[in-house]
């Protein structure tokens, strides 16, 4: 006889309380590749919730890196980057990465939750992590498994962070998304930066949503703000948003590197990435630094700004974000899954993004742009916002 066993009472509970709450999540299939006019459930649709905000996610280009990186290194990387699965193309893109953004090393990283939670778990210090309110769950998480004391200043807001140094002891490390991820909005990194020189605090920004797409030569928040590799010792971006690939990495000094080498546990005890996804971000990295890179930058500005335009007649407030990520709030759950389910029959996907991934009460839109969105995109985009938005009541 087969042993049976039964799902715990707790875990049914917790689906239940997810699906009466309006919070139960899925995934849904695509049947393309990452690009605007996405195939779902067998219907094109015109998506704006993908994080691929160069439209590099399916550049030929990489596609072709990809496999002539593969054709050379093979798929996988065979064992941890320390043990022997640090191969040409690892190396290569990190030499890449340190020189377009002025650091002495970078680290690569299977994805970057692993990168947020190997520096924040290893560079703690005993007066332990303070971070903004509203950065990424990686973030929040990193600290978690640090152990170390957290503390959340309100969000932007340097007067807020400086009371939590102020407080503390011992000195630790003072953490912001340079773009925040659910809101679009900037970090003040030049103040926060000054904040942590002050206190002898550690300074670390994770950029996932600025890198490739702000700044000069597409560097990201590090650029808007004039900070360098002085002001801003340890940089982590990614490569699943404007680069279109997967992974992570983390930018920083020769000292750090080699901290992190001996001490950055999802760093150490996980295989390396593939060589072949190395190979494609290197590709991406130059497309980036290159004209038709400086070209998608301003196709992803002008839709931005068009967007923004378009919406001031609508009964919303837009967020403080010039950046790809525009989201609306609707504010309850249910009534943000009925939006984007009424845009979802004009033929445009935008998921609803819903609590616990967002503050209470906060449910939105998370509209995200990308410069291979066409202007006929945004009109209708536009178009349909307006007509939902507008009936909705
Ligand atoms: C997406 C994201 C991450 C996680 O990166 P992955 O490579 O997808 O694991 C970390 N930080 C921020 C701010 C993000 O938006």
């Known amino acids: 006889m087969k042993p049976a066993f039964n799902t715990p009472d707790w875990v049914l509970a917790a689906l239940q309380q997810r699906r009466q709450h309006d919070l139960m999540r899925r995934t849904v299939t695509l049947a393309s590749p990452q690009v605007p006019h996405a195939v779902i459930d067998g ?45 040409a193309p690892h190396q290569q893109l990190e030499e890449a990465l340190a020189d377009w953004l002025g650091y002495e090393r970078v680290l690569l990283f299977s994805t970057g939750y692993m990168a947020n939670l190997g520096v924040i778990s290893a560079l703690a210090g005993k007066g332990g992590v303070v971070q903004d309110k509203l950065n990424h769950a990686s973030l929040i998480d990193g600290a978690l498994l640090a152990q170390a004391p957290l503390r959340r200043y309100l969000h932007a807001d340097v007067v807020s962070a400086e009371k939590l140094l102020s407080k503390s002891a011992n000195s630790g490390l003072l953490v912001t998304d340079g773009v925040f991820s659910m809101d679009g909005d900037l970090a003040p990194l030049s103040a926060l930066s000054r904040l942590a020189a002050e206190h002898q605090w550690m300074f670390m920004v994770d950029d996932a949503h600025g890198l490739g797409c702000l700044g000069e030569n597409g560097r990201g928040s590090l650029s808007l703000e004039g900070l360098d590799s002085a002001s801003l ?92 990520i525009q989201p609306i709030i609707i504010g309850d759950s249910k009534a943000a899954i009925q939006v984007s389910d009424a845009l979802r029959s ?42 939902v938005l507008t009936t909705e009541d």
């Open 346 to 387: 004009l033929g445009i996907w935008c998921t609803a993004i819903r609590p616990p991934t967002v503050p209470a009460g906060s449910a939105r839109l998370r509209i995200t742009l990308s410069a291979a969105h066409s202007e006929a995109d945004l009109v209708l985009l536009c178009d349909s916002l307006e007509q």
């Open 43 to 87: 219907q094109d649709y015109t998506s704006f919730c993908s994080n691929d905000y160069l439209g590099l996610a399916n550049h030929p280009e990489l596609v072709r890196a990809m496999q002539a990186s593969a054709q050379q290194y093979g798929v996988g990387g065979g064992a941890s980057h320390l043990v022997c699965g640090h191969l």
């Open 233 to 324: 010792p340890i940089l982590v971006g990614t490569f699943g948003k404007a680069f279109g690939t997967a992974g992570a990495f983390v930018a920083t000094s020769h000292d750090y590197a080699d901290y992190l080498t001996q001490f950055a546990r999802p760093y150490i005890y996980t295989t390396a990435m593939s060589p072949a996804i190395a190979g494609a971000s290197l590709a991406s990295l130059q497309v980036i630094q290159s004209a038709e890179g400086q070209e998608r930058r301003e196709q992803l500005a002008s839709h931005v700004s068009y967007f923004r335009q378009r919406m001031q007649s609508l009964p919303i407030t837009l967020m403080a974000s010039d950046t790809a």
